[in-house]
């Protein structure tokens, strides 16, 4: 469970408001916003502004009026949405102007992923560059004419202030609204172009996956790791390209980039040193100073790929940073309900960071000055600091060269530095925490409870994979509509808005990797009940996917997000889905579905592969040579320990396994690979299936791993 925060918590209070007693505009003391569930939209709905939610009732009310629309995007752990929240939303100034010649709009991007990429996709076609707050001046009929990301209240230099901008726009909507609404409908034909222009299949080759580790290798930072220059982002699906391609090719190049970064990346201040889990990204190319913020998204996507560095190196160094994220996801996002929330905030106390700085003072008071010095040496706190005259902590040296320095064993200092660590755990509990965004959003739970499934399986933790379990029951309990839909966000007992691909197949690929963890067919099940409804509400009829099903609003467009940026795309996990439960099932048409939609997007990764690592890693699996294995047990107390630990062991991401019990009646009608392999003579028997031809089964775990090597 998270820990408690203040009472005093924005969001909190106005959770607790009876709304029963609040007229629909929110009255003299809200706007609108008192009424929704987002913690986003309800950190303004004390703002001077007449805020709408997204709604027919705002773009009626436009029109109604004959005002344009004011359209603003974030989310509610974003710095900078904080900063001109504070300087615009807050200000009466502000609002007077905006209330009189503006329907204003705020726009949760967290809950309506719909909405954020289609008027991203603006911003950048118009800019050049995107980010969040998202600003856009929408005609009433949704067409976008202006986008900026944040603004001042007034302009400074070359930058425009909302001031400006607000009374500008609104002169030139009343002299020259023809002209707007043309270059809205312009710029509105032009998103509709983008989305519907055709690519041409590409084969399904190796040279792709080569090309790519050229792109990386072009661009890698041999001395700090990581891509390009600042600020740099984890991206670590990346990372787990690079170790299946050093894997498929031998290559000691692809494998030292990703083992490399995931080392520095654990030893920056962009690694939360006492607490664990990962910030957002580096503003600098040394993975020093972070952006705070704490996602969800991040903190699976990084232990699995720490999980893939444990199983290519089988070095403790990896294991051990998965372990440390995966406690931190449930020490503090846990939600009490059974899944986990989205993310923490980058400020407390008015400021970024303030949580997790230091100076060598505080430390001493906590530690004492002997331990607080040998602290403050270890994790780079200084009196000058390093972030605003404080410092983030981050590892300077390891322990063999602490050991040479002080005379102590590196034991001895590894047990001090641990105890240390939990002290200084305690002291920072003791602070104002970050906010907390505590809605349970479908998608990023399914990475996580992936993460947390192979994390339990590989770390011989199950108690992790218990926490996978039950955020996957949580789901398909509390988010699913009475026809069985999926939803998207889960808040205060309300579930609510209805599911986009990328909640589809992330839930998909986290209900997959728990059968592969736990083989419970009930998981397996799930998982291809919902890939068989992720194609029905999203196919576009030619073979391709949509981002919004057939059953959603339409905003512009119903979206084909391709990138795997910070967050890979829907499409790109579909495609993994699609191969690996086609194997699993035994369904050959499923298979084809997932090449065929392979091929179609991967012209775009051809051009920018590092803009599509997770497309990528499909295609690694798809190019093969893919095995499966069939595990069929004697009776019920019969437990294929040592051949799971046999096939756990090293970097397999092209395997599967299933495991068969005698009275698994669920899995045999499930499964077609399974259906005519039982025990043989009252013993654990197992069949390697490569591209669907199977050797002579193995009763051990090591005539297993023989023909592992064969």
């Known amino acids: ?169 609104a002169e030139l909507w009343n002299s020259q609204r023809g002209r707007i609404e043309q270059t809205g409908e312009q ?16 084969s399904l080759d190796t040279q792709l996956l080569r090309a790519a580790r050229d792109h990386f290798f072009a661009s890698f930072d041999r001395r700090h790791g990581g891509f390009g220059t600042a600020p740099k982002f984890p991206t670590p699906h990346n990372l787990s390209l690079l170790l299946r391609i050093a894997q498929r090719f031998n290559d000691p190049q692809a494998r030292a980039m990703a083992l490399q970064s995931l080392q520095q990346m654990r030893l920056g201040g962009i690694f939360d040193q006492i607490g664990y889990g990962l910030h957002r990204y580096s503003v600098d190319e040394r993975w020093l100073v972070p952006h705070f913020e704490k996602m969800l998204y991040d903190q699976a996507l990084a232990a699995l790929a720490y999980l893939d560095a444990w199983q290519t190196t089988g070095e403790a160094f990896h294991g051990q940073s998965a372990r440390e994220i995966l406690t931190y996801v449930v020490r503090d996002l846990k939600h009490p309900d059974g899944a986990f929330c989205c993310g923490e905030d980058a400020d407390s106390e008015g400021a970024e960071g303030t949580f997790y700085v230091w100076t060598p003072g505080e430390i001493k008071e906590v530690l004492g000055d002997k331990a607080g010095k040998l602290f403050a040496r270890v994790f780079g706190v200084s009196e000058e600091g390093n972030f605003e005259g404080k410092s983030i902590l981050h590892l300077t040296c390891d322990l063999a060269e602490l050991a040479r320095e002080t005379g102590a064993a590196p034991e001895e200092l590894s047990a001090l530095l641990g105890q240390a660590r939990h002290q200084m ?79 589809y197949s992330f839930f998909v690929f986290g209900l997959t990797e728990l059968h592969q963890a736990g083989f419970d067919s009930r998981h397996l099940a799930a998982a291809l009940e919902l890939n068989e409804e992720m194609l029905r509400l999203f196919s576009d009829g030619q073979g391709d996917l949509h981002d919004t099903g057939e059953d959603a609003e339409t905003v512009l467009t119903r979206g084909r997000n391709r990138y795997d940026g910070a967050i890979p795309a829907g499409s790109s996990l579909a495609v993994l889905n699609l191969l690996r439960l086609g194997r699993l099932s035994g369904d050959r048409s499923q298979e084809e579905r997932g090449e065929n939609l392979l091929a179609r997007h991967l012209s775009a990764a051809r051009r920018n592969p590092q803009a599509h690592g997770q497309l990528l890693i499909a295609l690694d699996y798809a190019l093969g040579p893919r095995e499966e294995v069939v595990i069929a047990l004697p009776h019920k107390d019969a437990w294929p320990a040592d051949m799971l630990r046999v096939l ?56 297993l791993e023989e023909r592992l090597k064969s």
């Not at 974003?78 to 609002?95: K, R």
């Open 425 to 503: 755990l305690a002291a920072r509990d003791r602070r104002p925490r970050p906010h907390l965004d505590d809605k349970i959003l479908t998608g990023w739970n399914g990475l996580a409870i992936a993460a947390l499934a192979r994390g339990g399986v590989l770390l011989d933790a199950p108690e992790l994979l218990e926490q996978a379990g039950a955020a996957a029951d949580f789901l398909l309990k509390h988010l699913r509509d009475p026809q069985g839909r999926l939803l998207r966000r889960y808040r205060n007992g309300e579930a609510g808005i209805p599911a986009f691909l990328e909640d």
């Open 1 to 169: 469970m998270p820990p408690d925060r203040s009472s005093s918590d924005l969001v909190t209070r106005l959770s607790r408001v009876d709304l029963t007693r609040i007229p629909p505009d929110g009255g003299n003391a809200y706007n609108r916003l008192i009424f929704e569930k987002s913690p986003y939209l309800l950190q303004h709905a004390e703002n001077p502004l007449d805020w709408f939610p997204w709604s027919e009732e705002a773009f009626e009310r436009a029109r109604r009026e004959n005002k344009p629309v004011f359209l603003s995007i974030g989310y509610s752990t974003c710095h900078w949405c904080h900063v001109m929240a504070h300087e615009c939303f807050e200000d009466p100034e502000v609002a007077e102007v905006l209330n009189r010649h503006f329907i204003s709009i705020k726009v949760d991007r967290e809950e309506r992923p719909d909405i954020d990429q289609a008027y991203m996709t603006v911003c950048q076609m118009l800019t050049g560059s995107g980010g969040w707050p998202l600003t856009l001046l929408l005609t009433p009929e949704r067409k976008p004419f202006f986008a900026a990301t944040y603004l001042p209240k007034n302009s400074r230099g070359a930058l425009m202030g909302l001031m400006d901008l607000a009374r500008k726009v």
């Open 648 to 703: 756990r062991r090293g970097l397999r991401p092209r395997t599967l396994i299933h495991v068969r019990r005698p009275e698994d009646e669920i899995l045999q009608g499930l499964a077609a690979p399974v259906r005519d392999k039982e025990a043989r003579d009252g013993k654990i028997t197992a069949w390697l299936c490569r591209e669907q031809s199977c050797q002579a089964p193995a009763y051990s775990a090591k005539e």
């Open 187 to 202: 710029i509105r034909q032009s998103l509709m172009n983008l989305e519907t222009a055709a690519s041409e299949p590409s």
